[in-house]
T-cell receptor, first 109, second 114 residues
Framework: SQQGEEDPQALSIQEGENATMNCSYK?????LQWYRQNSGRGLVHLIL?????REKHSGRLRVTLDTSKKSSSLLITASRAADTASYFC?????????FGKGTRLSVIA | DSGVTQTPKHLITATGQRVTLRCSPR?????VYWYQQSLDQGLQFLIQ???????AKGNILERFSAQQFPDLHSELNLSSLELGDSALYFC?????????????FGSGTQLSVL
């Protein structure tokens, strides 16, 4: 069963705008990770946030985690055409990582 | 380059056939994971191995089997193939196989069952 669910399923923005993707999950977690997948290629790890952290930054990425709401968000600032990809959240929940179906981000130049 | 090697990149076969997908993990990683990605089901965890032993099992069909060899490479065997098995199959690896580690993914094997 899917643990994380990303929202929206698809997002289209102009280059330079910010993109926000959300992830909701159902059970308690130890950490939550975000991955990116360029079309038809393998997933690439972006960032990991632990359950005792509320916010984490990495370059143009900002991730927040609200364990009381069982949700996380990924913000990409000043988006570029190269950010066009699918983005997945993954939760541990005591098992190997379980991925959602992803958000497809299109950044239009 | 993630350091995880999957072969072949593409595989086209017929229903009822059997295929083997191969994965070499990143140097030093002891754990291998197999995932299946299809448009309707998303990314589904199939099975995990750690240092040659099965560690966790997910939504893997009985027609599918896997193993990890002493040199740590892994193979996923798919038999009695059906049209619905067409998907992108990913192998990933991590160092210790614990849930708080990030995974390194291979580029996948695109399986088409005709």
């Amino acid at each position: 069963s899917q643990q994380g669910e990303e929202d929206p399923q698809a997002l289209s923005i102009q280059e330079g705008e910010n993109a926000t993707m959300n992830c909701s999950y159902k059970t308690s977690i130890n950490n939550l990770q975000w991955y990116r997948q360029n079309s038809g290629r393998g997933l690439v790890h972006l960032i990991l946030i632990r359950s005792n952290e509320r916010e984490k930054h990495s370059g143009r990425l900002r991730v927040t985690l609200d364990t009381s709401k069982k949700s996380s968000s990924l913000l990409i600032t000043a988006s570029r055409a190269a950010d066009t990809a699918s983005y997945f959240c993954a939760t541990d929940g005591g098992t190997p990582l379980v991925f959602g179906k992803g958000t497809r981000l299109s950044v239009i130049a | 380059d993630s350091g995880v090697t999957q072969t072949p990149k593409h595989l086209i076969t017929a229903t009822g056939q059997r295929v083997t997908l191969r994965c070499s993990p990143r140097s030093g990683d002891l754990s291998v994971y197999w995932y299946q990605q299809s448009l309707d089901q998303g990314l589904q965890f199939l099975i995990q191995y750690y240092n040659g032993e099965e560690r966790a099992k997910g939504n893997i069909l009985e027609r599918f089997s896997a193993q990890q060899f002493p040199d740590l490479h892994s193979e996923l065997n798919l038999s009695s193939l059906e049209l619905g098995d067409s998907a992108l199959y990913f192998c990933a690896s991590s160092n210790l196989g614990t849930p708080n580690e990030k995974l390194f993914f291979g580029s996948g094997t695109q399986l088409s069952v005709l």
